[in-house]
């Protein structure tokens, strides 16, 4: 199985929404860009491109493997498009939800919240580590739906999420608010605000925050970043600082239920 990624034919456009997010913003103290914040996020979004191309046979090898296992198949219809779209997107909810709430997963997704800036290049702090949140799309590849479905789906729901992080755009129309996540719901989730943390965490829809009770309006200034102060710019410290505080902790875990606690715990 083979594809061109969505990503390769999107490039162009991402680089114009930079270019035109900079040239906005540039005399706006508050929003404009700041070049080592920058920096960091372009080499990180670098270093995750490698990473990811690495990974990408594991990743194909893992989804057939698991779609060879059940005897049904899904047609290609319309609306098998539709089922696997929602059911990556929940997904995603999911894998999201948990990455804030249990310390390991938040190892490998913190990288994405380390910027006390939002716009469009914070989009490209992907973690290193992230691919150990594969296990949440096994459920999918379940389904007997074609991996090429699940894998455009997929990569269709990872570029929805590049729009969403902006300062730019401002509140949509309310039809728009109330069922797709808007960058307003997007920057209550990278504030730090005490009502803000942990919110909103869907990455095209926002109906399943509504449902699940993880919904935050935006309603004040967010302030970006996470409540511990970082120490670097530098994209290896981004991608592994959380991964050197968990081993510290786990060489002075006395007992299993402290390094059940440490590992799984809420960061």
């Known amino acids: 199985m083979e594809q061109e990624p969505l990503l390769l034919y999107a490039t162009p456009v991402i680089v114009l929404a930079v270019l035109l997010e900079y040239f906005i913003t540039r005399h706006d103290d508050h929003k404009k860009y700041d070049g080592p914040d920058f920096r960091a996020s372009l080499g990180i979004g670098l270093g995750s491109l490698v990473i990811n191309g690495l990974f990408k046979t594991l990743i194909v090898g893992a989804s057939l493997f698991f779609y060879e296992l059940v005897p049904w198949r899904l047609p290609t219809s319309g609306w098998v498009w539709v089922v696997a779209y929602l059911a990556i997107d929940f997904c995603n ?50 389904m007997g739906i074609h991996p090429v479905i699940v894998f455009t789906c997929y990569q269709l729901d990872l570029l929805y999420q590049f729009w969403i992080h902006t300062e730019v755009i401002p509140k949509l129309p309310r039809w728009v608010e109330y069922v797709f996540v808007t960058p307003s719901h997007h920057r209550v989730h990278h504030g730090k605000n005490e009502q803000y943390i942990d919110k909103n965490f869907g990455t095209t829809f926002i109906l399943w925050d509504r449902l699940f009770g993880t919904f935050q309006e935006e309603d004040e200034r967010p302030v970006y970043g996470i409540t511990k102060p970082l120490e670097s710019q530098n994209v290896v410290y981004l991608n592994f600082h959380e991964w050197t505080d968990i081993w510290r902790d786990l060489r002075r875990a006395r007992s299993l239920r402290q390094v059940l606690g440490i590992l799984f715990g809420p960061p």
């Open 93 to 142: 909810y999911l894998a999201h939800y948990l990455g804030h709430r249990v310390r390991l997963l938040w190892a490998t997704h913190v990288t994405h919240h380390s910027s006390e800036h939002l716009n469009f290049s914070t989009a490209f702090r992907n973690s290193w580590t992230q691919h150990l949140k594969i296990v949440f799309f096994i459920p999918v590849w379940l």
